[in-house]
């Protein structure tokens, strides 16, 4: 069955120390990743994406991901947190089954809190 | 752009009762999801259309239903409320016919069965 782990629940950071959020996925065939975040009380934004090519992704708001195929995660990254990104993060996979070539299955979400 | 609007953006219903939750997209965009979010679980697809005229089941359609109105509508109906259908519910888009390009999503209709 394909998935998507995102393993922590909460990720603590001091502002301006790098923050990591973890995903891990299991799907057949190539994947196609992606991750979310989400402000209280408003629906999900999109902030990158890996489909082929360079493994370091780069997106919005100064996030990148790493995609490594071999320990299948998608590690979302960014150099010096910020308080403002404090929010709650999704890790997204493209469903590859044969009859849901528009899905995408969701890990269950980390929330990232920098403190000042 | 007004992007994905959702209405409404609150509503408390009884058991038994029914309500339709709207959805509508400004984008173009062929294809449209409905997801619930309930803490702990992640998204999970209720509903989605590929395109307009089509819709199939997700991963927990039961008790629901759906009608893709046309290009920029696509309303999910709760015939008969029960208090495991509280959760947040978003509706999504997504323009192009690849798996590669990003959802787009409305900012929810946060639900309550009494």
């Known amino acids: 069955a394909q998935s998507v782990a995102q393993p922590e629940d909460q990720v603590n950071v001091a502002e301006g120390n790098p923050l990591t959020v973890k995903c891990t996925y299991s799907?057949?065939?190539?994947?196609?990743l992606f991750w979310y975040v989400q402000y209280p009380n408003r629906g999900l934004q999109f902030l990158l994406k890996y489909i082929t090519g360079d493994n370091l992704v780069k997106g919005s708001y100064g996030f990148e991901a790493e995609f490594n195929k071999s320990q299948t995660s998608f590690h979302l990254k960014k150099p010096s947190a910020l308080v403002s990104d404090s929010a709650l993060y999704f890790c997204a996979v493209r469903d590859t089954a044969r009859d849901s070539s528009y899905k995408l299955i969701f890990g269950s979400g980390t929330r990232l809190l920098v403190r000042p | 752009n007004a992007g994905v609007t959702q209405t409404p953006k609150f509503q408390v219903l009884k058991t038994g009762q029914s309500m339709t939750l709207q959805c509508a997209q400004d984008?173009?965009?062929?294809?449209m999801y409905w997801y619930r979010q309930d803490p702990g679980m992640g998204l999970r697809l209720i509903y989605y259309?590929?395109?307009?005229?089509?819709?199939d089941k997700g991963e927990v359609p039961n008790g629901y239903n759906v009608s893709r109105l046309n290009k920029r509508e696509f309303s999910l109906r709760l015939e008969s409320a029960a208090p495991s259908q509280t959760s947040v519910y978003f509706c999504?888009?997504?323009?192009?016919?690849?798996?590669?390009?990003?959802?787009?999503f409305g900012n929810g209709t946060r639900l309550t069965v009494t």
């Open positions: 999504a888009s997504r323009g192009g016919p690849s798996g590669n390009s990003p959802l787009h």
């Open positions: 259309s590929a395109s307009e005229g089509t819709t």
């Open positions: 799907v057949s065939g190539n994947p196609y």
């Open positions: 984008m173009n965009h062929n294809s």
